[in-house]
């Protein structure tokens, strides 16, 4: 079962999630700027690694430019919290064990994994404008390389 995907033009499903100190960040709070809502499958991980490092090497460049940055895993706080600190993050990441929200993004399903077919976190970017509508929905994207795309289709 693939939930739906978002396409531009929809409103981004308000989310309230813990992030790695257990602070609720919601979608809500950050209206009236752009931004940048990445889903990905795990904290630790190299691709997963690569993207959030990716994210916040650019995180000022991308600030400066009217964008945050939410970074969504099913992973509890405290392992974020790991995952901060091992690897230096600046990147704002909450936590969605229940996966209600990856799923309201069309971020959760059925996904191709080494010839598989899985069921799990589509790596997946929406970018949301400031009254709260979807510009961009990026689904399946790769790890590597990601982050200078969205920056060169935005126009940064």
């Given at each position: 079962m693939t939930s739906e995907r978002l396409q531009p033009g929809d409103t981004a499903p308000d989310f309230a999630l813990p992030d790695a100190d257990g602070t609720e960040i919601s979608l809500a709070a950050h209206k009236g700027r752009k931004v940048i809502v990445y889903f990905y499958p795990a904290a630790l991980t190299?691709?997963?690694?690569?993207?959030?490092?990716?994210?916040?090497?650019?995180?000022?460049?991308?600030?400066?430019?009217?964008?945050?940055?939410?970074?969504?895993?099913?992973?509890?706080?405290?392992?974020?919290?790991?995952?901060?600190?091992?690897?230096?993050?600046?990147?704002?990441?909450?936590?969605?064990?229940?996966?209600?929200?990856?799923?309201?993004?069309?971020?959760?399903?059925?996904?191709?994994?080494?010839?598989?077919?899985?069921?799990?976190?589509?790596?997946s970017t929406i970018v949301v404008d400031e009254e709260g509508k979807v510009e961009r929905a990026l689904y399946n994207v790769k790890a590597t390389g990601h982050v200078a795309k969205i920056i060169k289709d935005l126009g940064i």
């Open positions: 190299p691709g997963c690694t690569k993207q959030a490092c990716d994210f916040t090497d650019n995180l000022e460049l991308l600030a400066g430019a009217g964008y945050d940055v939410i970074g969504v895993s099913p992973d509890k706080p405290e392992k974020l919290a790991k995952f901060r600190e091992k690897e230096d993050l600046k990147v704002t990441l909450v936590g969605d064990p229940s996966k209600e929200v990856l799923t309201a993004y069309g971020a959760f399903g059925e996904k191709k994994l080494y010839g598989k077919t899985v069921t799990g976190v589509i790596r």
